[in-house]
């Protein structure tokens, strides 16, 4: 039989064994991620507010081939559904973490949201995407 000491090291040891193997639990994520997409052919302003998204065109032909979070967004004058997922995030610390295109990506803060500019100077039609990251109110 066993000393009481070596039992109390024995248990001991598979305690810290024990608490040594468990995963650690991974961080949070502070934001959550938007990703807009189309066919940009001269100038549009998107305003993001948590009433919605609206849309202004300002120049050339309006944008095709949309997407709102990998979802087609036939018609921007309408916001999408899944807008209700990011409107209660702190939207005017929104920032920009990837573009693509051949022109202008800018996003500007306002007091109550911000608003997304696509600006394709160049003759005809391209490929914009860009991805936002809207932090989770505190």
Known sequence: MKSLPAVASTLF???????????????VDPYEYLTISGQIDGSEKFTFTQD??????L???????????????NNPRKTPA???EFASLDLPHARIIKRQGRD?????PTPDGFV?????APNGAA????TIAIPKKQ
Request: aromatic fraction near 16%; proline fraction near 9%; include cysteine.
């Open 13 to 27: 040891l598979l305690v810290i064994l024990s608490s040594c193997s468990s995963a650690p639990t991974p961080p």
């Open 127 to 130: 490929a914009y995407s860009v």
């Open 59 to 73: 120049h050339w032909s309006e944008p095709d081939d949309m997407t709102f979070k990998g979802k087609p967004w």
């Open 104 to 108: 202008l990506v800018a996003l500007e």
């Open 82 to 84: 899944q807008w209700a």
């Open 116 to 120: 997304l500019y696509f600006d394709d």
């Open 52 to 57: 919605g998204v609206k849309w202004t065109h």
